[in-house]
């Protein structure tokens, strides 16, 4: 089951953030996506950009309080035990709506992960969760288990797709 918040942030916390990720601030690193448990790229052409706010246990970057807001929202919608991890992602434009290789983000049967997808661009690319497909839609957060695969959809009509990708217990 996916749960779906719209207008997450306020419009002034959102803009904000908005403009840090479209803004020359950020140092994204490229990524070739990939299989993550068994490192087989499903295309040379799969690609992302990411920028690691949080991992294993600290932080990774000078920017993660920048992004706070968001965690408190979440904290506010859903206890917050552990943060796992906590990302940008970044995709361009390829001229054509290609679809990811279906994932879970953390390879474990344990249960009470949950999986929290922040939209930054309205766009016609977007997330398939379980088999259906959940637009990119501005200031949307989207949440779910970490057992319900899902891959991300190529937009074919902004020059790019910003993600946040939270993982919690």
Not at 55 to 68: A, C, G, R, V, Y
Not at 74 to 100: A, G, P, W
Request: hydrophobic share 35%; proline share 4%.
């Amino acid at each position: 089951m996916v749960k779906i918040y719209s207008d997450f942030l306020l419009p002034e916390v959102f803009d904000k953030l908005k403009q840090t990720v479209t803004g020359k601030e950020i140092p994204w690193y490229y990524y070739p996506s990939r299989d993550v448990y068994e490192n087989i790229l499903t295309s040379k052409f799969e690609y992302m950009f990411t920028h690691v706010l949080y991992f294993e246990d600290k932080i990774q970057s000078n920017l993660f309080n920048t992004f706070e807001p968001i965690l408190h929202r979440v904290q506010d919608k859903y206890k917050i035990s552990k943060l796992l991890r906590f990302k940008l992602n970044l995709y361009t434009n390829q001229n054509k709506e290609y679809h990811q290789a279906p994932h879970t983000d953390f390879l474990t049967d344990e249960e009470g992960i949950h999986i929290g997808l922040f939209n930054f661009v309205t766009c016609n690319g977007g997330t398939i969760i379980g088999g259906e497909k959940y637009n990119s839609n501005q200031n949307e957060l989207l949440v779910f288990d970490n057992k319900c695969e899902h891959n991300g959809v190529i937009q074919t009509d902004t020059p790019s797709r910003i993600v946040m990708n939270i993982g919690w217990k």
